[in-house]
């Protein structure tokens, strides 16, 4: 990491995972460096790297060739946003929630730059065991349909089905009602059931996506 730049490499936000700290002792940091506190800004990026790789992975795929620059972008946004972030969440999940908007951006860019081949999926597949085969395969098929979404449902289901996350917590980290995140999810996957119809388990995991909690 150069002098005067907070965005850590990488590699180091591969690697670090940083203690768990108390949530108003993140929350004091997140204030910090909305303000400009360059320290602080440095640690609290060194603590929500991690988090954001993994997002931006999640949505792009392991081998995607814009991961690293996706990340960077990420991070830099989150910093960005900071002084709209209300403390309704942890600033992980807000970091988060800007990482999958990041990358689903960064996909569709590919998309339309070349070819929609994603070498993730491929490299999912070699990497997989035998029984996970078709998971990876339906990851793939996830991320795909993802890409020809509205941003806001593209964001809401992946939030859903990629990070697991519940319905309040989606509505906390975007400050959105929860009834707008249930109806982004609903709109999504009527979006999409037309594409899913030859995969059973893909449909079935839409529908998980738009239920409680």
């Not at 209300?86 to 929630?97: I, N, W």
């Amino acid at each position: 990491m150069a002098d005067g730049d907070p965005i850590p490499r990488l590699e180091a936000a591969v690697a670090a995972e940083q203690p768990i700290m108390a949530r108003d002792a993140v929350l004091e940091l997140a204030r910090a460096a909305s303000s400009g506190d360059v320290r602080a800004t440095r640690q609290l990026l060194e603590l929500v790297a991690p988090r954001v790789m993994r997002a931006v992975r999640a949505v792009m795929g392991p081998a995607h060739p814009d991961l690293e620059d996706a990340t960077q972008l990420a991070l830099i946004g989150f910093i960005q946003a900071l002084p709209s972030f209300r403390g309704d969440c942890q600033p992980v999940q807000f970091a988060a929630r800007i990482a999958v908007r990041t990358a689903g951006t960064a996909r569709r860019r590919a998309a339309l730059r070349g070819s929609r081949h994603d070498p993730s999926a491929d490299l999912e597949a070699i990497r997989a065991p035998a029984g996970e085969l078709e998971a990876a395969r339906r990851r793939d098929a996830v991320r795909r349909l993802l890409d020809d979404l509205p941003e806001e449902q593209a964001e809401a289901l992946a939030l859903r089905m990629i990070l697991g996350w519940s319905i309040k917590e989606i509505a906390a980290a975007t400050a959105t009602p929860l009834n707008t995140v249930r109806s982004r999810l609903r709109l999504a996957k009527e979006g999409l059931r037309r594409r899913v119809s030859e995969d059973p388990a893909l449909a079935e995991a839409l529908d998980e996506a738009t239920g409680e909690p």
